[in-house]
């Protein structure tokens, strides 16, 4: 069985991943919490890691049968035929998401400059500074392929 990325209707994530795991299709849709703040409250949101994707271990006969799902818009497509992704990928991607949030300590970073995470997930990973603002810095990890914005 093979890891395939599916494109679903905008905010359609959640509910697409619990109607394919009932269909008995194993399905990962990454989520992480974010605090939103309205004018009168604040509230923790879960919401999609990757808006609008979700991915499926699927046999490669049986890959139509994500379709009877509402919600389901194609299979992301790489070099004219379905992507598959990793399974080491899809771990890491776990991983990575269940580590524990830690404080990042924000030096005098200018951008260009390449540095050395210390701690946490991605310790001992060489980063380029992409972007300074006043309160984010973003980071590029090329070994991992993912661009970290960390907040200030």
């Given at each position: ?6 494109y679903t209707k905008p905010r359609n994530e959640k509910k697409v991943a619990e109607n394919l795991a009932a ?130």
């Amino acid at each position: 069985m093979e890891w395939f990325a599916l494109y679903t209707k905008p905010r359609n994530e959640k509910k697409v991943a619990e109607n394919l795991a009932a269909l008995g299709i194993e399905v990962y849709c990454p989520l992480v919490t974010t605090i939103k703040q309205w004018s009168d409250r604040k509230k923790k949101v879960e919401s999609p890691l990757i808006p609008s994707y979700v991915f499926v271990k699927i046999e490669e006969a049986n890959r139509k049968d994500v379709f009877q799902v509402a919600g389901v818009v194609q299979y992301v497509f790489w070099l004219g035929k379905p992507a598959k992704i990793q399974p080491y990928e899809i771990e890491a991607l776990k991983t990575q998401l269940d580590a524990p949030i830690i404080n990042v300590t924000i030096e005098t970073w200018t951008p260009k400059a390449q540095i050395q995470i210390s701690e946490g997930p991605f310790k001992n990973q060489m980063a380029v500074v992409e972007k300074v603002s006043t309160n984010k810095v973003t980071l590029i990890l090329k070994s991992l392929g993912i661009r970290l914005i960390i907040d200030r």
